[in-house]
């Protein structure tokens, strides 16, 4: 079967993603992200209530389709309603709504023993209740709840309700796959056979992801043949969720052309919006929209990517308003940090480039990630460094308690001999330099602190690394050593180091 040139996309991020547990938007929150979608991501219509709800469920709907109506969307505005002949049509046409998308039984099993009715008698429910929605002016999709397990179990009850209700005013015919349990060729032949039975008809394919494949049962459908498919932001809906939108919009278009309205560059504002609202965050590697999808974090992919973009595909950064990033840890290389020097604006020399280097490798041992803020700190406390040192601090234990004294053991290396020593004082720090005084012998003439700085990177989280600046009383004048480390004591160590070995 030839493919569409263009399909639709129904977001239901406001009606099925907020079936996700522990998820309820307020009115304001579900308002935002309806007109985000349909006015800044450009989806071509949103699913964004079940009828019948609450009161302020139906507040919601009408400030969204007040809104629509003034901006000229309130067709692409859809509900949810049941078989209930007036009530849910009230609902929907008191909310200011123009859709109605109802929810019938699409398997025998779910019209037998949920409802206990013939299928005979579904049926002219459904009729009944299509019927008093075309008079108070609603448009009519319909949903076959549980069409999946229907066609596979009881394909002729399916193909008998699409017989009875063929004639009627529905715009389209909703088939979800209810408890996601089809696989891409399940879903592309159950699809196929519909499309070709009853080729004049408009079919949606609404997919769940309980076995991951949401967004390969998507490209099934529209393989063969379907006019919509439906999706949510971050994947969110009952139990495993839906099919993620930013998924569904980039294979759609790279791997079959498809055009499609979304503004990819929107993506992650969406997404972003949909996380703060819902609470419910997002992995750092979920695809296109994920902290983590645009960082290079092996050496040598850096390495790949500045000798021709080895390492890069059609999902450019650029193309959804990001950048590459390159990760600065243990398993950094020389490209990574030039990388990142670019980035900041900074220049070094091929020796200083491989002590900075040598240090974002021993600090990755210990923190997985130094970010290009952390790096700023890095240099600079690495170009402070001298090359030999006479005092070196080989370990270091502290013992800290509530409303106990600190207590410090430390080996110094002092030129070339190991000294032990044990410190105890109010708070690590204290404790520290006590040990320190009796392994060194500057108990009496030890620098006095005139200042104390602890401070991460602006932005920084709390396993940022910790820049600790210390300013000393010198005998002419103040002089500052800095330290850094992912621990803001070892840092302050850092920095006593440093001036010990500034006033040998």
């Not at 229907?150 to 002729?156: M, Q, T």
């Not at 006590?434 to 920084?460: H, M, Q, S, V």
Request: proline letters at 3%; one cysteine or more.
């Amino acid at each position: 079967m030839a493919l569409p040139t263009t399909i639709e996309v129904l977001d239901t991020t406001l009606r099925d993603g907020e079936q996700t547990q522990g998820v309820s938007y307020s009115p304001a929150e579900k308002t935002n992200i309806a007109k985000a979608l349909l006015e800044v991501l450009k989806v071509d219509r949103v699913e964004v209530a079940s009828a019948r709800v609450s009161e302020g469920e139906k507040n919601a709907v009408a400030g969204i389709n007040q809104w629509a109506k003034e901006k000229g969307f309130l067709q692409q505005v859809e509900v949810l309603g049941f078989v209930d002949h007036t009530k849910s049509v009230d609902w929907i046409v008191q909310a200011g709504g123009k859709v109605i998308n109802l929810l019938t039984k699409g398997s025998l099993k779910h019209c037998t023993d949920q409802l206990s009715k013939t299928p005979e008698a579904h049926w002219e429910d459904i009729k009944k209740t299509i019927s008093y929605a075309k008079s108070q002016g609603l448009f009519v999709n319909i949903y076959l709840e549980d069409w999946s397990n229907g066609y596979a179990d009881s394909p002729e009850y399916v193909f008998s309700m699409m017989d009875a209700l063929k004639d009627q005013p529905i715009d389209r015919f909703m088939l979800p796959d209810t408890l996601g349990v089809m696989g891409p060729e399940e879903v592309f032949a159950g699809m196929q056979t519909m499309v070709s039975k009853w080729p004049d008809k408009a079919f949606d394919f609404h997919p769940h992801n309980d076995y991951g494949l949401a967004t390969a049962n998507v490209l099934a459908a529209v393989q063969a043949g379907v006019k919509a498919v439906h999706s949510t932001i971050n994947c969110l809906g009952e139990r495993a969720g839906n099919a993620s939108l930013a998924e569904v919009s980039v294979n759609l278009r790279d791997r079959f052309g498809l055009e499609l309205g979304i503004d990819e560059q929107e993506l992650v504002t969406l997404s972003r919006m949909v996380e703060n609202f819902s609470g419910k965050r997002i992995a750092d590697n979920a695809p296109v929209v994920g902290n983590n999808v645009f960082t290079q974090t092996a050496g040598i992919h850096a390495d790949g990517d500045s000798k021709g973009g080895l390492y890069q595909s059609k999902l450019s950064p650029a193309r959804f308003g990001r950048k590459h990033t390159y990760a600065l840890g243990k398993m950094a290389g020389k490209a990574s940090l030039s990388r990142n020097l670019e980035e900041l604006g900074l220049q070094l020399s091929e020796e200083n480039q491989k002590r900075v280097l040598k240090r974002i490798i021993e600090l990755g041992d210990a923190k997985t990630e130094i970010t290009p803020e952390d790096l700023e700190f890095v240099i600079a406390d690495v170009l402070e460094s001298e090359e030999t040192e006479k005092y070196k601090l080989l370990s270091c234990t502290l013992t800290s308690g509530l409303d106990l004294e600190s207590t410090v053991s430390i080996k110094v290396l002092i030129d070339g001999e190991a000294r032990l020593a044990s410190g105890i004082g109010n708070g690590s720090f204290d404790a520290f330099i006590g040990a320190l005084k009796k392994a060194t012998g500057f108990e009496d003439n030890f620098p006095e602190l005139a200042d104390y700085e602890i401070r991460i990177p602006k932005g920084g989280k709390s396993s940022a690394l910790t820049e600790c600046i210390i300013t000393w009383k010198g005998p002419h004048r103040n002089f500052k050593t800095r330290g850094v480390h992912h621990n803001q004591v070892f840092a302050a160590t850092a920095a006593t180091m440093k001036m010990l070995n500034l006033i040998s």
